[in-house]
């Protein structure tokens, strides 16, 4: 009792005093690991717990499993500090080793908690060797070898033991790994690395059954720049097509308004001839309509003007020249539309027929006073013929070569139904055309000039040539005017022809001769009514005894009209009173889409009858 | 008379059925050689068994963590208290030199004396979980294989030291063949095993059996995986 006291008594001092000076005995160690590379040696490692301070010494104690006897560790340096080596004749597979660890320093010992360890379960080889990356050149495109050899402990060959080998790969700026797994060969081939880049490879094994063990060094390998060679092609053919495609989108975005007239070309709007759209946008209702408006009709003018005794018909150049001026063609223009077309009229214009105000803008054209004379010009599309009044004063309207070489225009009654192709070009004139003038017979003027005149000059008419193709318009009907036997004045300048004849201008010379046709067949070209051409045969006024003609290129032939005429003619001649003519005329008129001139008995003409059919 | 002909006619009968089956011995189909079916070489039924044992060792693996997850949580096997092996009392080769010193025929004499043992106590140990109701149909299950596993394995054994006699690799004293006893997986004590003791005993045999055969095939056919 008192020794178990005293013991007690005198460690508890101890401890007092060792804790009052630092020390202690040692702390309790601690088995981290117990590894084995091959399975054939094992190492167990164990941390000290503390060493209270004074110096403490390990021992490795162990016994297997069913038997109590307890060897130590034998080697205690080979593994390093704080290790145990087990080398081939210590260690037993299959069998638990029973393992502790003492501390014992100068104050105690300490012994740490035991570790079952079975060697088979704790095999964890050492790295692969000799880790090669190779990169070889294949037609599919290059690819990384990459080769290791076995860990130099392991006894593979025996089939003592058996790796399983793992490789993994990266780029130096990529976070993530790419791990392969080899199985038991000692190759692998890396594919679908990128060109031109350097990638990192380590390799690391295990037993069927253990532990990985510890990754290899880092083999860098850098793939060589290559490109796929299909996968370009493809590519730069993609590339290049969707360069073309997008240019010819831009291109067709660009020029889609030509694009679109291309395909879907503007079908062209109906157009009415003498109706302006702008002046309809514009808005001034009034001016359209005026177009359309046939300028002085119904005929408003003063008759009396028509009323003429006979007919004095010469051409006058000047009187064209004149006509053709300027002065004279606004009001003449105003009466006319710009866009004057002709279209559906008919081989007369009534307009010529009535008295034209331009006429009063006229001057003394070698018809003397008062005399108007139509200017009408549409547009280089009709010449006219003017013929002066006989009233006027001026020079002898019936001489052929004019004193003041105005040359005089022949009325054209109807153009020559020949074809009109064959077109003289005078000299300074335009193309003649085939008048067949009726005769003029009578020429009643106060002046007793005569004005029977075969004297055709061939104005410059500034029109289409189909326009002579057709002859005269019905207004050849004015001619009766010339064939007014009755007026009473003789031609005294024209041999008086016993019977009335239709002379026919086969031509004009150029020294302003009217060449006529023999006399021919008055009963051909009944038919021809829709000939057009140059003719004079229209009357644009009568003044003073003076019929001015108009030269119309696109009235209709009336041939047989001359022979109608011819029989009117006869029986107007030789009656006084015009009245008996007027139905005569009339009929013939009526014959006629255009209306002709209704003659009076006594030569005048009656211009109310000719109504335009339109 | 009768009866005694009867007798006799009885025993001609049973003899000549003896004797068929004495003739008909278990003969292969491809008897006629090569022409009628492939037959596999000794290299290939050394892969064949080798991939069963190691089939059959990752089951017993797992089985064994199963119990050690589940009904034994202890670290570092403390506090498990485990008894001797039945199989104990068979030598093994507990290290290379001491299996490489092994004749081949011992080597696979022991092979097939560890399967043998454990044809019983599989059996055993699948009854034993299917009826406890800790071990839910998944485990039963594996242990069934693991029997079944083991059972084929044996018999692929069999079939190698038979090509290997045949080649002449095995000499005669390949005695072990027709001695393998079946054993009773009592310990020391005389009790029964537990599971969790059979469990470990057979993950333990299943990975030295593994071992074994590799060994036997490296040093027999050591062309290829050696």
Redesign the interface.
């Known amino acids: 009792m008192r020794n178990s006291g005293a013991v007690l008594i005198l460690t508890f001092i101890a401890k007092l005093i060792s804790q009052a000076a630092g020390v202690s005995r040692p702390g309790k160690p601690r088995l981290t690991s117990c590894r084995s590379p091959e399975?054939?040696t094992f190492t167990c490692w164990w941390e000290p717990g503390g060493d209270g301070g004074l110096p403490t010494t390990y021992a490795l104690y162990y016994h297997l499993?069913?038997s109590e006897t307890v060897y130590e560790c034998p080697d205690y340096r080979t593994a390093g500090e704080n290790s145990c080596f087990f080398n081939?004749n210590d260690?037993?597979?299959?069998?638990?080793y029973n393992i502790t660890v003492v501390a014992t320093n100068a104050l105690g010992k300490n012994i740490s908690?035991?570790?079952?360890v079975?060697v088979?379960y704790i095999v964890q080889p050492n790295t692969p060797e000799n880790v090669t990356a190779v990169v070889v050149r294949d037609e599919q495109g290059p690819f990384v070898r990459v080769s290791w050899e076995k860990p130099r402990t392991a006894?593979?060959?025996?089939?003592?033991i058996?790796l399983l080998y793992q490789l993994r790969v990266k780029q130096e700026k990529d976070k993530e790994w790419e791990v392969y797994d080899a199985g038991?060969q000692k190759y692998y081939n890396v594919f679908s690395l990128h060109p031109d880049k350097e990638y990192m490879v380590q390799v690391r094994c295990k037993p069927?059954?253990g532990f990985w063990s510890e990754w290899t060094q880092t083999t860098y390998v850098k793939m060589p720049d290559y490109i796929p060679r299909e996968r370009s092609l493809w590519i730069m053919i993609t590339i290049f097509s969707v360069f073309i495609i997008l240019i010819l989108t831009w291109t067709l975005n660009v020029k889609r308004n030509s694009v679109k007239l291309c395909l879907l070309p503007p079908v062209p709007g109906p157009k009415i001839k003498g109706f302006e759209k702008q002046l309809l946008k514009s808005g001034k209702s009034e001016e359209v309509f005026n177009t359309l408006v046939i300028q002085g009709f119904p005929p408003t003018t003063d008759y009396d003007e028509l009323l003429v005794e006979y007919l004095e018909v010469y051409d006058n150049e000047e009187q064209e020249l004149v006509l053709d001026g300027k002065d004279l063609s606004e009001d003449c223009m105003k009466s006319k539309s710009p866009s004057d077309s002709d279209s559906g009229r008919g081989s007369c214009d009534s307009r010529t027929l009535l008295l034209e105000k331009c006429m009063e803008g006229r001057e003394g054209s070698g018809s003397g006073s008062g005399s108007d004379q139509h200017q009408y010009s549409q547009h280089g599309e009709t010449s006219w013929a003017s013929t002066e009044s006989s009233e006027s004063q001026g020079p002898e309207p019936g001489s052929p070569e004019s004193a003041d070489g105005r040359s005089k225009t022949w009325p054209v009654v109807f153009s020559s139904p020949q074809p009109q192709t064959h077109h003289h070009y005078q000299v300074g004139a335009a193309k003649p055309a085939y008048h067949s003038v009726p005769e003029i017979l009578n020429h009643s003027s106060p002046h007793t000039t005569p004005s029977n005149y075969h004297q055709l000059h061939h104005q410059d008419i500034p029109q289409q040539e189909g326009r002579f193709s057709k002859p005269a318009c019905r207004h050849s009907q004015s001619y009766n005017q010339f064939n007014l036997d009755g007026v009473g004045t003789p031609a005294p300048g024209v041999p008086p022809s016993p019977s009335l004849e239709y002379v026919e201008v086969q031509r004009v010379n150029p020294e302003n001769m009217l060449l006529l046709w023999p006399l021919s067949d008055p009963n051909r070209e009944l038919e021809g009514l829709d000939c057009a051409g140059e003719d004079y045969s229209k009357v644009k006024e009568v003044t003073n005894n003076i019929l001015l003609l108009q030269r119309d290129t696109s009235h209709q032939c009336v041939d047989y009209y001359s022979q109608d005429l011819d029989n009117q003619a006869d029986q107007c001649t030789t009656q006084q009173p015009p009245h008996p003519c007027k139905p005569a005329v009339h009929q013939s008129n009526s014959r006629m889409p255009h209306e002709g001139m209704r003659v009076m008995g006594n030569g005048y003409v009656d211009s109310t009858v000719l109504m335009p059919s339109y | 008379m009768s009866r005694s002909l009867k007798q006799v006619a009885v025993l001609l009968v049973a003899l000549l059925c003896l004797d068929l089956h004495s003739r008909v011995g278990s003969a292969p189909i491809c008897a006629h050689g090569p022409s009628g079916c492939h037959v596999p070489s000794l290299a290939d039924l050394f892969d064949r068994v080798i991939q069963h044992s190691?089939r059959m060792?990752s089951l017993s693996?797992d089985l064994h963590s199963e119990f050690e997850q589940y009904f034994l949580p202890s670290k570092?096997?403390?506090g498990?208290i485990?008894r001797?092996c039945h199989t104990?009392s068979i030598l093994?080769p507990?290290?290379?030199?001491n299996?490489?010193k092994l004749a081949r025929e011992e080597l696979t004499e022991v092979i097939l004396k560890l399967l043998m043992a454990w044809r019983d106590p599989l059996f055993q140990l699948h009854q034993s979980m299917a009826h406890q109701q800790d071990f839910n149909s998944f485990s039963s299950n594996k242990a069934l294989e693991m029997g079944d596993m083991a059972h084929e394995l044996r018999k692929g054994v069999e079939k190698v030291a038979e090509r290997m006699r045949v080649l002449g690799m095995l000499g005669n004293s390949v005695t072990g063949l027709s001695v393998a006893e079946a054993m009773l997986p009592i310990s020391d004590s005389g009790e029964a095993m537990s599971n969790y003791e059979l469990l470990y005993c057979f993950r333990?045999d299943s990975?030295?059996v593994q071992?074994y055969l590799?060994?036997?095939?490296?040093?027999i056919v050591?062309e290829h995986?050696?």
């Not at chain 2, 507990?94 to 030199?97: A, D, F, T, V």
């Not at chain 2, 590799?214 to 040093?219: D, G, Q, V, Y």
């Open positions: 399975k054939e499993e069913n081939k260690t037993s597979l299959w069998v638990n908690d035991p570790v079952e079975d088979v006894d593979t060959r025996s089939g003592w058996t038991m069927d059954h | 190691a060792h693996n570092n096997h403390i498990k485990y001797k104990s093994t507990n290290g290379k030199e299996a490489q333990r990975n030295k071992n590799k060994i036997l095939k490296c040093r050591p995986d050696c």
